[in-house]
């Protein structure tokens, strides 16, 4: 999928050359490939990243992976304390949730942040950023609700699954421990799952980072992004693109790496 948008976006620069003539175009990827991989260009891309404070989304996206992960995680061992009522209540409240738009969420913490000040002088977070000083705890709430919100309705089915399992309900009966289980069985047959949806919940990251920079005039990789379309032709826009959207999905490709090196390490140890 990643490797796919890339392609798309790579495409999308050649497409009106591809109407005068097949070996402009040609010439065109050709010069493109030559130039992605000069020192030159390197430098270039460190300015821009520079530029656009690129390292403000690398950040909120990092944060908010570590923070959907970590609450997934936290959801999925106390799954078994829940009551089947509360699990449908709480599955009803966050596909409301999930409705909402992300400018009612923003408005709702800016609402919220202002009450709290008013009512005790306490000023929780900043809700209004610069590009040198931008806000953080806003962003990084908004860019992980949603995904979050996603992976619990997702994956509430195949965690009740795995915990309803002949093989869970076998080994609980021979005394292994809930929390011996959870980590040798619970979380490797979750996160075969999760690699499948990653892409899902990095592509619904980005998309309300997008509106994060905007919104808030931050700056960042994906506004850097936007702004290619205005690079004049003869400076190879496509090159750009394609900096910037390595750089965007370079946490999705550490992510995806390390929730797959975790999946080998516990399995492995099952396994011994």
Request: glycine content about 4%.
């Amino acid at each position: 999928m990643p490797f796919g948008i890339i392609l798309l976006v790579c495409l999308s620069y050649s497409l009106p050359l591809s109407t005068s003539g097949s070996d402009l175009s040609w010439n065109m990827i050709i010069e493109t490939i030559k130039q992605l991989f000069t020192y030159t260009n390197f430098l270039n891309l460190s300015t821009a990243y520079q530029q656009v404070n690129g390292s403000y989304t690398f950040e909120i996206i990092a944060m908010s992976l570590g923070i959907t992960l970590f609450f997934f995680i936290l959801y999925a061992y106390f799954f078994p304390k829940f009551k089947n009522k509360t699990i449908k209540k709480m599955i009803d409240y966050l596909e409301d949730t999930e409705s909402l738009p992300i400018v009612g969420v923003v408005l709702f913490i800016h609402w919220f942040s202002v009450m709290i000040y008013k009512a005790t002088s306490i000023y929780l977070f900043k809700t209004v950023g610069t590009p040198r000083e931008p806000a953080v705890v806003v962003p990084l709430v908004s860019v992980s609700i949603y995904p979050l919100v996603f992976l619990i309705n997702y994956m509430t089915p195949y965690i009740k699954d795995v915990y309803q399992s002949n093989y869970f309900i076998f080994a609980k009966s021979l005394g292994y421990s809930s929390s011996k289980l959870f980590f040798s069985y619970v979380i490797p047959n979750l996160f075969s799952f999760l690699e499948r949806i990653l892409a899902i919940i990095y592509l619904e990251m980005i998309t309300v980072m997008l509106f994060i920079e905007i919104q808030f005039n931050t700056g960042g990789l994906l506004t850097g992004l936007r702004n290619t379309q205005r690079i004049p032709a003869e400076s190879y826009p496509q090159l750009m693109v394609i900096n910037f959207l390595y750089l965007l999905l370079l946490p999705y490709f550490i992510m995806s790496m390390l929730i797959k090196l975790v999946h080998v390490i516990i399995t492995s140890k099952i396994s011994q």
